[in-house]
């Protein structure tokens, strides 16, 4: 069964909350999904997948690490579950990704705080497959290779 995960940003506007909506609509053919406990894009994903009763995987963060850490664990053990359940990464970016970010098959130091773009350079590095669902007008990486990257 087709496993896919999502990443997206924790503050959403109205229109890219409807955008959002929309898309994860048509990603309920897909009965696993794995999911972060973030607010936003996470949120959303979680609801569409209890409504639908999807077999959801919700990744939290683990309270007793430091703060800085726990989104960065929590998105690399999703992300790590991914690669070994053969899935694919569904990500809703909102801004450019940092210019010194490079994939990684750990977590890529130059995420500099973008949770989503940190995320699908960890993907990347690994070799999973990216499904991007842009929420605004953005540059795609030239790292993001074509064959890996599917634009929505």
Known sequence: MQTIAVTGPRQLTAHQRTKALSDLQRLKIYPN?????????????????????????????????PHRAQGVERSTRMIKALATAVGTLHAWPNKPAPHQLIPSRSWPTGAAGSGTWGTIALAVGLGIPVKLHPLAEIDIPSWLQSEQLTLL
């Open 33 to 65: 999904w794995l999911v972060g406990d973030a607010s936003g894009l996470d949120k959303l994903a979680r609801s569409i997948g209890q409504t639908h009763h999807l077999n959801l995987q919700i990744y939290e963060k683990r309270s007793e690490l």
